[in-house]
């Protein structure tokens, strides 16, 4: 759907608390049907980002804008326009998964009779018909992260922001509220969404942000983001490097970069296109002992050390 009018466009945002800068500058859009992942570690600035996509947090500085309006001209229609899933579950916990379906969407302006039929309909989507009536605290993990979706759509809204809403729960859970995210992006909705788990961004996400100390470090496809290390290929070399003085290297130093060390492990990559067979060649000749030299495609995690020089899972 490239080329429609954006959903979302998000221009210089900035947001502070105190002495820290929680959101410094962060510029992106989100098309109808494109799903677009926010990455980073705790403390980026992700769910920040949400809060003040949303009006939970007014910002200090920048514009957003929802289907094509300032949201702080018409905040009421804007919300109109989106489902906010949060990390934190937004369920009463002594309520039905009906009443909570049917709660919220009163909230979202239905009348009790649209709210009714909607959560009929969202239950035998999400498979809890069998147990709509049961009080939420009896629910699994998984069957409440998905009455929490449930609740963000009742409205049918047209953009959907997801702050993490497969974390802590298991495998095959996370599965079917993928599965479930998905048909919604097959139905034109905007997704705008966070996670830790690299393999859902990789498998989903059409266009990736990372994020760090509040700056969008990098956007793009993940043919973007592996760009950014410089080649599509990196080398692993496994072997003893701790208390290992690699500035006599000078070869090495030359032909290659660092992309993560450890006492144990380094992943480089060439310093200019090479014949991957003369990079190995030139690894396996290092004068160090070495127990492995492997060649593999960029994750994303390697592009956000590449950016940022830490994991992306770290703290």
Known sequence: ?????ALLEVDGLHKRFGETTAVDG???QIEPGEFYGLLGPNGA???TSISLICGLLKPDGGDISVGGKAFWSDPKSARQLMGVVPQDLALYEELTGRENLEFWGKVAGLSPKDAKSRATELLESLTLSDRANDAVSKYSG??????NLGCAL?????????????VGIDPQARVNILEFIRERVNEGVGILYTTHYLEEAESLCDRIGIIDHGKLLAEGTLADLRSQIGHDQLFVIEGAFKDVERSGWSDFNDSFRVIQETDTQLVVAASEKRDPADCLK????????LENVTLKRPSLNDAFLALTGRDLRED
């Open 1 to 5: 759907m490239k080329g429609a009018m």
């Open 26 to 28: 962060v510029s992106f």
């Open 45 to 47: 600035g992700k769910t």
């Open 142 to 147: 998984g069957m409440k992260r998905r009455i």
């Open 154 to 166: 009742m409205h049918r809204p047209k953009l959907l922001l997801l702050d993490e809403p497969t």
């Open 282 to 289: 030139q690894l396996l000749a290092l004068p160090v002992q």
